[in-house]
């Protein structure tokens, strides 16, 4: 039980990775195929829509790869020494996407543009694919235990890995599709409503037709993966995901969007799930789940981190989400200035005892640390040095600046300069 | 193959093998990782830092009721995203190379360490969702909301710095495991993070570095513009506020300093005897300033007699291990190690002169510094103290060589089997330049455009003021 539950983490890491931040990557890649000056609008559209959720988002993936890390170390190691290409490839995608997103963030009007979005775009399919890739080499037990041990390049290179790779990106597009669609009828546009309506239904058509053909391949090329998805809970999630995929593409015709989110995550978490379920209890080959697993200390403290993460985390992403998805975060139209609340018009004089303090604090913690030598002795020093830079730094940056002779004379301020 | 058909043999927990690897490349994994570090440092200072200075300058608006400091504050949490977008990526890349460049020591201490990094996660989870709150909330919630949710990044970038650093900590004073065949057993994660002696005077040397780091650099914008007549009230503001946050903690480093050396004095002998070039075990040792360590001493530099003695440990005749103690191969680079260490401790202590000066002006004449010359060192002290905060780094990390896990595992045995290291090193430099010329490209654009007046609302995302400078 205790050596299962870092894996259950992980695959609720995974899920949601793939839910959100595939649907950002989809996002970029929609940006991709939207070339040409009339569509401006839906580029613009696919990256506002996911400011405020993207670097939350994001995170999914740190928190995979630091559990893996420290509850299945020597299964980490193997995948990651193994697929090194990929994942290399999938880091220099971060990369870019991350640095052509924060520029992009800051230019509206310049020349290079669009330049910046076809670099975010090509990084959100290359990112995926080659995740996806990662993905198929271990399915299809590829990666074998130790250092660099598997084939550098055939161990991703192969029909399985690159199908899935495909299937990565084609999933990501359907589900950005699906939520730009819901985001725009939530803006009232129509126009943009309809563009993602038809996207997402052709994207699921692709990814519908790609997951069919994964499956045929896994038969050919993984044959105890394909056994793995014909019995018991691998057939039944296989199934889930299928049903949910079709059933999101029914509420996509219709215009239901909001069904059509929930049924579209539903069918990733569905084949998320499923893979984990075909290949339980095998890890990598010749070794489990309960082999890799750290010893029970080590599962103790990761479970106990997350349960107590997750006690934070759980109010603090749902908060998010209602407010991003109440639009409440949304750029422009603000629902007006919020009247500033002083608790008085303007400050006094800086109360006398602050200089006081703030010098003991300095004298007696710097003497501590120096001459001190047990640890609660520098412990109460660092404590006293941290309040004397708290009253110091209040007291020196409240005093008003305006008292400056610095101030140049009139005129010398040049026009642009308000910062 | 023949491992993993030993690996389904053995069934007990934690005996899989996973053996070492001759890597060629070994050097340029280690370049490597040190540039991922060397770019993502400076944002973790942004990250320890800012979000203070803006929740600073948003109560003052909130107490006085200025526009003044809504603006300052806006502005600021502006550029406070972008960086943290950025940092959020070269992060990532961090704990991707960890695996990828050093999959020996994640395979073999994994389950001791990887604790520290699956709490920074949730840090950086909740960094993440406020930030984004707070910077897209500005309008849109109450006034006192919104200042309350800026709050958790503030404490989210310090608690992600502290579990980043124990597990640093932790490798240079590894405990909390059984070795067994080369792996650690029977870990027990929390105390050997957090039951750390050694880890305490690296986590505030490194967080006090984050005030220096990031008030400097806003500081040098401001100065630049200073001197060029932009001397608004504005900017005198943003001036103080970001130059007092540098200057309240400066002078402090040096005694941080003092407390981090002889904790190295004790801790980990070698490091300081590479850090001051001493050959042999000496007993009232010599402080040598600038030089060079010829394999057995320091030449051509400024001795001053037992001050090493005194330094670390406060008594000028104590007894001071030498790099004699130990093979050669268990010594780090000497010279590295010494023009770092010295280059770190030169910026710092030029860097706290400055700092005494501007709180004195401050202080006792209750005003900013008006010489010219105090604001062209200013704008000197933004990119010294990156590069004060990256020589400090180097010292600890070059100093740990040729450990991975400090006199438990070299390096050379965590390396990855993997060929290809120069061209993943490559392809990163490349990658690194590219981003790096097309940030300063936008730098250089968005400096040429006016930008919107004071009071007035921005679109956002908009320009942020650390691009007005050019």
Known sequence: MLPDLPAVFILLGLTAYTVLAGADFGAGSWMLVSGGAGRAAVRDHARHAMGPVWEANHVWLVFVLVVCWTAYPVAYASIVSTLAVPLFVAAIGIILRGAAYALRGQLDATPGRRAIETVFALSSVLTPFALGTVAGAIATGRVPVGNAEGNLLSSWLNPTSVLIGTLAVATSSFLAAVYLAADARRLRDHGLEHAFRSRALAAGAVTGALALAALLVVRLDAPLLWDGFTRGAGLLMVGLSAAAGLVTLALVRRAHFGGARASAALAVAAIVTGWAAAQEPRFLPGLTVGQAAAGTSTLTAVVTTVVIGAIVLVPSLTLLFALFLRGRLDAGAAPGTPVPDPHRAADGRPPRLGPVFALACLVVGAGLLVFGNAGWVHAVAVALLCGYAASAFVLAATTPADASPATAAPGTRRPGSAV | ?470
């Not at chain 2, 093979?327 to 710092?348: C, H, K, S, Y």
């Not at chain 2, 250089?444 to 455009?449: A, K, M, Y």
Request: proline share 6%; with cysteine; aromatic share 12%.
């Open chain 2, 1 to 470: 193959m023949t491992v993993a058909a030993l690996a389904g043999i053995l069934t007990a927990v934690g005996a899989v093998p996973f053996p070492q690897v001759d890597q060629e490349y070994l050097f340029q994994a280690r370049q490597m990782q040190a540039l991922s570090l060397a770019v993502h440092i400076p944002l973790v200072c942004f990250g320890l830092a800012f979000p203070t200075m803006v929740l600073f300058a948003e109560g003052r608006y909130l107490r006085t009721g200025d526009p003044l400091f809504r603006t300052l504050a806006q502005r600021w949490s502006r550029v406070m995203l972008a960086l943290f977008a950025v940092g959020v990526v070269t992060g990532t890349i961090l704990s991707f190379e960890l695996g990828l460049l050093w999959p020996g020591l994640m395979a073999s201490f994994g389950n001791v360490f990887g604790l520290g990094f699956a709490l920074e996660g949730f840090s950086f989870f909740v960094e993440a969702i406020f930030i984004a709150i707070y910077v897209y909330g500005w309008d849109r919630l109450g006034p006192r909301l919104h200042f309350l949710a800026g709050v958790p990044v503030a404490i989210a970038g310090i608690t992600g710095s502290f579990f980043v650093i124990s597990v640093n900590g932790w490798m240079n004073h590894p405990g909390g495991f059984t070795l067994a065949g080369g792996r650690a057993v029977d870990a027990h994660p929390w105390s050997a993070l957090f039951g750390n002696s050694y880890f305490w005077h690296e986590w505030v040397h490194m967080y006090f570095a984050g005030f220096i780091v990031t008030g400097f650099l806003v500081a040098a914008v401001y100065a630049w513009g200073f001197l060029r007549g932009r001397r608004g009230r504005y900017e005198r503001t943003a001036l103080a506020i970001a130059l007092t946050a540098a200057a309240v903690v400066a002078p402090l480093q040096l005694v941080i300093g003092d407390w981090a050396a002889r904790q190295v004095a004790t801790g980990q002998p070698v490091k300081l005897a590479a850090m001051e070039g001493l050959g042999q075990t000496t007993a009232g040792a010599s402080e040598h300033l600038l030089g060079w360590y010829d394999g057995h001493e320091v030449v051509y530099g400024i001795e001053i007699p037992r001050l090493l003695s005194l330094l670390a440990f406060h008594n000028p005749d104590a007894t001071v291990q030498g790099l004699n103690t130990v093979p050669l191969a268990d010594q780090p680079p000497v010279n590295v190690e010494r023009f770092a260490f010295q280059t770190m401790v030169g910026i710092g202590t030029l860097l706290a002169l400055l700092s005494v000066v501007y709180l004195f002006v401050r202080f006792r004449r209750g005003r900013l510094p008006t010489s010219r010359w105090f604001y062209r060192a200013v704008v000197a002290a933004g990119p010294l103290s990156v590069v004060a905060l990256i020589a400090g780094w180097v010292t600890t990390e070059v100093g740990r060589q040729p450990w991975v896990v400090h006199g438990v595992m070299r390096t050379a045995e965590a390396v990855t089997g993997a060929r290809g290291i120069p061209v993943g090193y490559g392809t990163l430099v490349l990658v690194y330049v590219g981003v790096a010329a097309a940030v300063a490209w936008l730098l250089r654009r968005l400096g040429r455009i006016p930008l919107p007046a004071e009071g007035a609302q921005p679109t956002p995302p908009a320009a942020p003021e650390a691009v007005d400078a050019p």
